[in-house]
Every structure is written in C-alpha cells, then in structure tokens.
C-alpha cells in the first residue's frame, strides 16, 4: 500500500493550494484520512481530517479556510487550502487509517509528505 501526496509549492500569503493524496495497492476499506502538517522545529500536528461517512474534524487555525474532502471510488483525500499565511508554511503529510483485506487489522499509513511554503 503507498499514499502518494501531491500538489505542494511557493505561494504568496493569501493564495491557494490544493493537495491530493491517493491510496493504492491491496485496499480493502479505508477508514479515517487526513492531512498532518509539520514546521521546521515544532511537532507534527493535525490540520483536518475526513471519516467515510465524510464528517470533518479541523485544527482551529485552518477552520474556515482550508476544506478536506474525499473521493472514495479513487481512494483520494484532498486539501483545499485557501487565506494561506506564512504561519501554514510546513511539511504536509497525508494519512489513512485502512485495511488491506477482509479480517485485516485496521492499520496507519503515511505519504511521504509534500512542502507547502507560503511566503511573498
């Protein structure tokens, strides 16, 4: 099983980005995604993430401006994010909780993280 995460770059303070992870390989269920992020020197933290009945959960500092979504037939999760400002300038990972077949345990995979810079 791999996540693939896409979609980072540069933009300036108030632009947008839009990050895509899918999941592929033996999959037989996901459960909960996400997106975790991690700045230079401070832990890795939550920014939002989506179950499959496609309930969301997001940290208060990117509640109204970025939005989680996902595409179960294509085992993708997204991030939209939108207002960027230099404080979101980080690592972003995407995560997802799975099985890979019947009677599987449910287990965490990772992507291999994509750099978002917000910076003018």
């Known amino acids: 099983v791999q996540l693939q995460a896409s979609g980072g770059g540069l933009v300036q303070p108030g632009g947008s980005l839009r990050l895509s992870c899918a999941a592929s390989?033996?999959?037989?269920?996901?459960?909960?995604m996400g997106w975790y992020r991690q700045a230079p020197g401070k832990q890795r933290e939550l920014a939002a993430s989506?179950?499959?009945?496609?309930?969301?959960n997001y940290a208060s500092s990117v509640k109204g401006r970025f939005t989680i979504s996902r595409d179960n037939a294509k085992n993708t999760v997204y991030l939209q994010m939108n207002i960027l400002k230099p404080e979101d300038t980080a690592v972003y990972y995407c995560?997802?909780?799975?099985?890979?077949?019947?009677?599987?345990?449910?287990?965490?995979?990772w992507g291999q993280g994509t750099q978002v810079t917000v910076s003018s």
């Open positions: 989506i179950i499959s009945g496609g309930t969301t």
């Open positions: 995560n997802a909780v799975l099985r890979r077949y019947s009677g599987d345990y449910s287990l965490n995979y």
């Open positions: 390989g033996s999959i037989f269920s996901i459960g909960p």
